[in-house]
């Protein structure tokens, strides 16, 4: 009997464990997919110009291949690389969220560059798109999962350091959680995007009720203007992450001027509307922070659109960016 009541004290002490383990895994995962809510805005920014032209059947289909493309990319590729990393080279994850924060500050750049001046961009041709629509479907959704790629190692890097030194199997599960959250969230929210308009369109063709007809057009209108709107918000968050990780990773480097320049005037002007303090140091912080995004990316833009941008193009055999 004493060895039974031994063997349920230790099996409950083994739960507690567990249970404290879930708890750490939900908050580090909680606390890693909100620092990544950049780099998560512009994927879900991003991802729907890569359906549009495909007929209303094959939406879904393509956004789920993306999503699986996506989760392999996340959970064999990047999850393995950061635990490594992680384990053996944490000194590099740094300089690596710096590069990876200076492109998001670049493409932020780049899009505004792109809307001030319409004739900088360079479209695809009609001779480039496939007459075939396999081929086309095969192109489009291979090069999401490409850039995909590319914000993917940006999220889970951003992860990786937001995750407390806790075990290996804690930080994979985390980085796990994460990685599946994400892609959930952005693709479930493209899928909400792009047929929203067959939403509409239905809803005002068929609908019994004057009030739903009317919503369904409202509804058909409303998105042109929102997809404008999330491409506004995405740039927005890429320049404000990516200033952020820019003027954290110069602190972790040891030149702190940056931060602590931020910090203060962020202080002065909470200290300004005491009744708001933290929103307004938050909003300041941001914003200070996203000038900062955006002054680098204008500088490497030269360098981003004559060296990088053909690399990717010729090394992914195709259009590369957003």
């Known amino acids: 009997m004493s060895g039974l009541l031994a063997l349920l004290d230790d099996v409950a002490g083994l739960a507690k464990v567990a249970a404290a383990s879930v708890d750490d895994v939900a908050v580090y995962a909680g606390k890693a997919g909100a ?27 393509v956004i789920w291949r993306i999503t699986k493309g996506s989760l392999r990319n996340k959970l064999l590729y990047l999850l393995p690389a950061a635990l490594v990393l992680s384990s053996f080279a944490p000194w590099l994850i740094a300089p690596l969220l710096m590069l990876g924060g200076s492109y998001l500050c670049f493409e932020g750049a780049e899009k505004i560059a792109h809307a001030i001046r319409p004739h900088a961009a360079h479209p695809e041709s009609v001779d480039e798109i496939p007459d075939d629509p396999a081929h086309l479907e095969e192109q489009k959704a291979s090069g999401a999962i490409k850039t995909d790629f590319i914000l993917s190692a940006e999220i889970m890097t951003i992860a990786l350091s937001e995750i407390p030194k806790s075990g290996l199997a804690i930080e994979a599960a985390s980085l796990a959680v994460v990685a599946v959250g994400i892609t959930v969230v952005v693709y479930g929210a493209v899928a909400l995007i792009v047929k929203a308009d067959d939403v509409g369109l239905h809803m005002a063709g068929v609908g019994r009720l004057a009030l739903t007809r009317a919503l369904g057009r409202g509804l058909v209108r409303a998105m042109p203007g929102f997809m404008k709107l999330l491409t506004t918000v995405g740039t927005a968050a890429m320049l404000w992450v990516g200033g952020s990780i820019i003027v954290h990773g110069l602190g972790e480097m040891g030149w702190h001027v940056p931060e602590e320049a931020i910090h203060h005037v962020a202080v002065l002007a909470g200290q300004a509307l005491p009744q708001a303090v933290a929103t307004v140091e938050w909003t300041v912080t941001a914003a200070l922070d996203g000038v900062l995004g955006l002054a680098l990316g204008l500088v490497l833009l030269p360098l981003g659109t004559r060296v990088i941008t053909p690399l990717l193009r010729a090394v992914s055999g195709g259009k590369a960016g957003h």
Request: charge should be negative; hydrophobic fraction near 45%.
């Open 35 to 61: 620092k990544a809510a950049g780099a998560v805005i512009d994927d879900a920014a991003v991802t729907p110009k890569y359906v549009h032209g495909f007929e209303a059947s094959r939406e879904l289909p």
